[in-house]
């Protein structure tokens, strides 16, 4: 942290913006598609292929992940729909994807009998784009008039279409809608409401739409809400009731990432919803809108889910007063909130292990009881049935293969109906958690997956994962390739559940928020030393890997304590964060890290950056930065310049550029294998040469 504060002198900040852009000389880079970046990028893969592809050891990786994702055993991912099952099916045959549908028992077989709605890879191909499925949103009660969302070359920005299910076709003259970054809902057969980019340049900094409108088959266009373009983003959510009804439309006003105003559309305009600026929509059952509140309101405290009965708001919501639906403890947070036909889904950690309890609604009161669901895994929500109180959810953990449950919120019912199959050999390795002490006194707990036959005398080859942001927790999942391309090899893994997640409740996020951000990289950096003190690894074998909000995390561990670690993966980072308000949908992070345009909060931010504190004669571990020039949330700039910074300094590293994909990196089952065996293939060189 010296180091970073000699850089950055109040004489420094105090610059006007363009002698600071003229002090960047790698802005260059910043050009998406721009020939100049695109060229310095492809030269910088043929030479990162050379060092990974080349290893002996990366025909097998490459084999073994190609393997685990284009495995025709794999779980289909369900939806419900249409009274039956929808999956996106990608395989070595179809990577790109088959959108299709079967019954809900045929689904529960071992072989079901699936009906293809669309190939989207005959779709790309016909039409000459690099299309990805995005999902669909169907209009009920029926669900077979939906509108199908896809990405060309897998970015957020998507293209609409209406698409019929019955016969398999788009349909002509339907609605279309052209590529952007927007929200649809159904409210009729011939209307939607929609959140875009109605004329050009009609979004917020972030790149998000702010202007809702109520859309006709008949051409209309009805302006229902317009926000501000200093917004985050606008979206309009349909509350349906019985048998699809309409009860009404709710508009999320998102100020920022975490605050927001609702309103209810109403005859005579909008109706603003009592409610903390910090809080969310999370679902809608008999007649009661639910939200949950990440901080103290009303009474009641950060984490609550709460309800509004509609008919109270709409009658006066002034004088509409919410009821508690749930408070978490001090060991508990919500993770996901869903609704059935008649009942309120909540999943939750407790002590980062997961449960799901089911909320019913009756006589003014909600009461709760819990689904009889395997103990200490991970429970994730997949999906819930809006025609009756089925759902799906998935159990896992470090070691358990992912099983996937149906379970009937009515009955309290539950069973495991598939299971994936063992990606590798388990048997060899022990979990255990454990807790480190940070810089302030805090306990930050910590899980370490290890060979149960090594020797703890701090040889033991160590990959730690982190990320510590937005409120998402890092509970135990089931990862198969890193169960066969590195647990299978001998070695270790780690996630630490340092502060800024939400592994408990709001509290654990916003205890590092802007100017306390320093607390989360004290939280990492607490986890290495504690692993070392315990003679689990040491340096020399300890290597992290952070992406997106990760790669800040990453990236400033390497330049605050680079001799913590041996290896370092930066995967679709954030890392100029002086500039990343500037790129892609970084204005809508302003409210996690601060506004660099703001004096005050560039003081703290430049204190940690890693792209500014890189400095001569440091001895940094040779990093491993990779991103995809398709994404449009984190802006592949970060990476770039990260990379070119190190050049000019004469630090070595590893980079490498995917074309397409977009942010998540797994639009295309092919190039994620050959993306694992890269970074696992860099891991051993590292840590297990």
């Known amino acids: 942290m010296k180091l970073l504060a000699v850089a950055f002198s109040a004489a420094a900040l105090a610059l006007p913006a363009a002698a600071r852009a003229q002090e960047d000389p790698f802005l260059w880079l910043e050009g998406v598609d721009d020939p100049k970046a695109l060229a310095w990028a492809e030269a910088e893969n043929v030479k990162t292929a050379g060092v990974l592809e080349k290893d002996p050891r990366y025909p097998a990786m490459l084999a073994e992940a190609r393997a685990i994702f284009t495995a025709k055993d794999r779980i ?5 729909r249409a009274g039956g099952v929808d999956n996106l099916w990608q395989d070595a045959e179809h990577p790109h994807g088959l959108w299709r549908h079967t019954t809900e028992a045929s689904y529960r077989t071992a072989d079901p009998a699936w009906e293809t709605l669309i190939d989207v890879d005959a779709l790309a191909k016909a039409e000459g784009k690099r299309w990805f499925f995005k999902g669909a949103v169907c209009l009920k009660p029926a669900e077979t008039t939906c509108l199908v969302r896809l990405s060309d070359g897998g970015g957020d920005a998507v293209e609409i279409r209406e698409f019929d299910t019955r016969t398999k076709r788009f349909v002509e003259g339907g609605f279309r809608f052209t590529e952007g970054k927007q929200y649809v809902q159904w409210l009729d057969r011939d209307s939607l409401a929609v959140a875009r980019e109605w004329t050009p340049g009609e979004v917020t900094t972030s790149g998000y739409p702010y202007v809702v409108k109520i859309v006709g088959r008949d051409g209309s266009a009805r ?25 009404g439309v709710l508009i999320s006003r998102n100020v920022t990432f975490y605050e927001r ?21 999370e679902a809608y059952v008999d007649g009661q809108v639910v939200f949950s509140l990440q901080e103290a309101w009303g009474g009641f405290q950060p984490g609550a889910l709460i309800a509004y009965d509609l008919k109270a708001l709409k009658a006066d919501a002034g004088s509409a007063k919410p009821r508690l639906i749930f408070q978490p403890g001090p060991r508990q947070a919500v993770q996901q909130v869903a609704a059935t036909d008649g009942k309120l889904i909540v999943t939750l950690l407790e002590d980062v292990k997961g449960a799901v309890d089911v909320y019913d609604f009756a006589d003014g009161r909600w009461s709760a009881r819990r689904l009889p669901l395997p103990k200490d895994a991970n429970i994730n929500l997949v999906d819930t049935a809006g025609s009756d109180d089925e759902l799906f959810v998935t159990v896992e953990s470090f070691l358990e293969p992912t099983s996937l449950w149906l379970a009937d919120a009515a009955s309290g019912r539950a069973a495991r109906v598939k299971a994936l199959p063992a990606r590798f050999d388990a048997s060899t390795h022990v979990v255990e958690q454990f807790w480190a002490i940070s810089s302030d006194g805090t306990k930050i707990p910590y899980f370490v997956v290890r060979p149960k036959a090594a020797k703890l005398d701090g040889s033991l080859p160590t990959l730690m994962y982190g990320y510590g942001g937005f409120q998402v927790a890092k509970p135990p999942i089931y990862m198969p390739e890193a169960g066969k391309l590195w647990m299978e090899r001998g070695g270790a893994y780690v996630i630490a559940n340092i502060r800024g997640g939400g592994e408990f409740g709001p509290a654990w996020h916003q205890s590092v928020l802007r100017e306390k951000r320093q607390l989360a990289f004290d939280d990492f950096a607490a986890v290495a030393r504690d692993l070392a003190a315990r003679r689990i690894t040491s340096a020399r074998r300890l290597g992290i890997y952070g992406r997106s909000n990760g790669g800040v995390l990453t990236t400033v561990s390497m330049t605050q304590h680079p001799e913590l670690w041996n290896a370092v993966v930066v995967e679709s980072p954030l890392i100029d964060m002086l500039r990343y308000h500037k790129l892609s949908a970084g204005a809508s992070w302003v409210g996690e890290y601060g506004d660099p345009d703001v004096p005050e909060d560039r003081a703290f931010i430049a204190r940690y950056s890693g792209y500014q504190a890189l400095k001569p004669g440091v001895q940094y571990p040779l990093a491993y930065i990779t991103t995809n020039t398709r994404d449009d949330r984190v802006h592949p700039g970060h990476a770039r310049k990260f990379a070119a910074r190190l050049q000019q300094l ?4 590893l980079y490498y550029e995917q074309t397409f994909g977009g942010h998540a990196n797994d639009a295309d089952p092919e190039l994620n294998a050959r993306r694992w065996a890269r970074h696992y293939v860099y891991l051993a060189q590292r840590l297990m040469d």
């Open 223 to 247: 302006e229902v809400f317009r926000g501000q373009k200093t917004d985050m983003s606008a979206a309009a959510s349909v509350l349906r009731g019985e048998g699809a009804r309409v009860d």
């Open 261 to 281: 105003e609702f309103s209810l559309v109403g005859d005579r305009g909008l109706v603003r919803v009592p409610l903390a600026r910090k809080a969310e929509e």
């Open 650 to 653: 004469g630090v070595p590293y």
């Open 76 to 80: 289909p991912t369900p939806q419900f």
